[in-house]
């Protein structure tokens, strides 16, 4: 019903930044919220960032809070999240997430890779 690409992971130094994008394709309008997720070796998966797809009301994790941005382009179907002074302490896997009706059902990207080293 819904697929979900992403694009934009890489490799860069600490401090730097980069944006990841998640092209959203299908029943668009059977989604309540957009999240992005990352996952770290050895580490559990955990919730970076999400945006309601009705309102705009958006969340962050503690550790990533004034310096990652998520946002959407309703005409590009597609969710952004814009991550400044990065910290290897980001390196992880980042998966963009979908949720929605009308059986609460999670869709999953492909995952891109972040890796902040010197």
């Known amino acids: 019903q819904v697929q979900l690409v992403e694009s934009g992971g890489g490799l860069v130094q600490p401090g730097g930044s980069l944006r990841l994008s998640c092209a959203a394709s299908?029943?668009?309008?059977?989604?309540?919220?957009w999240g992005w997720y990352r996952q770290a070796p050895g580490k559990q998966r955990e919730l970076v960032a999400r945006?309601?797809?009705?309102?705009?009301?958006?969340t962050y994790a503690d550790s990533v809070k004034g310096r990652f941005t998520i946002s959407r382009d309703n005409a590009k179907n597609t969710v952004y999240l814009q991550m400044n002074s990065l910290k290897p302490e980001d390196t992880a896997v980042y998966s963009c997430?979908?949720?929605?009706?009308?059986?609460?059902?999670?869709?999953w990207g492909q995952g891109t890779q972040v890796t902040v080293s010197s």
């Open positions: 997430n979908a949720q929605g009706g009308p059986f609460s059902i999670d869709y």
């Open positions: 299908g029943l668009i309008s059977l989604i309540y919220a």
């Open positions: 945006i309601s797809s009705s309102g705009g009301t958006t």
